[in-house]
């Protein structure tokens, strides 16, 4: 997370992280959890990261609520913008930035997910989740 978006890791010291098989899930510490640790558990917390392809890509949820810490690999867009990335489009990226994920900002708040492949970003958004905003 500090390495691509500039998050710092100590944003994350009250969380614990557990992973099945290519998805890793972030569980804020409770003193609770020894107590329950003898229980099969399905899911656990909120699902933080998937394993996509040579990508740890993180989850749309996640990224809205840490990713107002991040201080790389953002992409600020406007209305035009979003509305290309809806329309299936992609947008030029002038960044010296590997290829992977870029956090979009739009209207000051994070939107979701693009990804930057040889400098253009496509949209990782799902249509539900821009539905709601006003274009």
């Known amino acids: 997370m500090y390495e691509r978006f500039g998050i710092k890791k100590e944003l994350f010291d009250d969380y614990l992280i557990f992973s099945k098989k290519r998805t890793f899930w972030f569980l804020r510490k409770s003193r609770f959890i020894s107590e329950v640790s003898h ?29 107002v810490h991040a201080t790389k ?41 693009g990804l930057l492949i040889k400098g253009m970003v496509r949209s990782q958004l799902a249509l539900d989740e821009v539905r709601y905003l006003t274009i």
């Open 39 to 67: 229980l099969k558990i399905k899911r656990l917390g909120i699902k933080a990261f998937q394993e996509v392809g040579s990508f740890m890509k993180p989850t749309t949820r996640f990224i809205q609520y840490f990713g």
């Open 73 to 113: 690999a953002l992409l600020i867009i406007d209305e035009k913008q979003l509305r290309q990335l809806i329309d299936g489009d992609f947008l030029p990226f002038n960044n010296e930035l590997e290829n992977g994920y870029v956090i979009l900002f739009f209207k000051g708040e994070v939107l979701g997910l």
